[in-house]
């Protein structure tokens, strides 16, 4: 059942209408009315075929003001790479006997994984527990690299992964409600711009089909594509 706040939220929304990034931000805004500080998303849904290997969207962009998301970070990392991985902001070092649990329990207390290439063998028995969760270090994603510092520090800074998934859309999260109008226009410009550079050679005709914003609880509001 509707409830009355996002009826009268959707209200100022004409959803035959699409709207300028800035415009639909405020409209986001406007309609975030819950109790709780909202997150703003972004959905688009694709000219790719999924089905193709060449067509996935598979990268990464960092917003310039980030998600408002504290991340908790995993670094899967050797005894040399420790101190530095820690003064860098790792919240969980994933030693070999880390490796050991998370595949024995499959328990799961943190949003990112990043690794040195030197443990991505050891990683292997817990893959069928990473994978599925979206947390097996990848180089695609910027979470392997033999500089763990930096990989750590630009996952803490707003940093973050994107991949179409097998219908063709996108989801991206973009920031708070709570954040300014401009912050957030400003996100929703650059996760905008790498989507469009990651559009693969082979997907011919329209590449964004469509794209709404809409925060937790509100109603989605329709981007004017065409002057995207």
């Known amino acids: 059942m509707t409830s009355k706040r996002f009826t009268a939220a959707k209200k100022a929304i004409d959803n035959k209408t699409t709207y300028s990034i800035a415009a639909a931000v405020e409209l986001v805004k406007g309609a975030a009315t819950a109790k709780f500080d909202e997150t703003v998303e972004m959905h688009l849904a694709l000219g790719i075929d999924p089905k193709q290997g060449d067509q996935q969207i598979r990268a990464t962009v960092t917003l310039p003001h980030g998600t408002g998301k504290i991340k908790r970070v995993i670094a899967f990392v050797d005894a040399n790479n420790e101190a530095a991985a820690k003064a860098a902001g790792a919240d969980i070092i994933g030693t ?32 069928k527990i990473l994978g599925p969760r979206g947390l097996m270090p990848n180089p695609k ?46 996100n929703v410009q650059t996760a905008l711009d790498a989507v469009k550079k990651a559009k693969p050679a082979s997907s011919k005709g329209i590449f964004i089909k469509s794209a709404t914003l809409t925060s937790t609880m509100g109603p989605a509001v329709m981007l004017d594509v065409g002057s995207l």
């Open 96 to 127: 070999e006997e880390v490796i050991d649990t998370i595949a024995k329990t499959g328990k799961i207390d943190f949003d990112v994984a990043v690794a040195i290439p030197l443990m991505m063998p050891k990683l292997a028995k817990a893959a």
């Open 141 to 186: 994603t910027d979470t392997v690299g033999p500089n763990i510092a930096k990989i750590i520090e630009e996952q803490k800074g707003g940093k973050v992964a994107f991949k179409n998934d097998n219908t063709s859309n996108l989801h991206m999260i973009l920031g708070k409600a709570s954040f300014s109008a401009e912050k957030l226009v400003l």
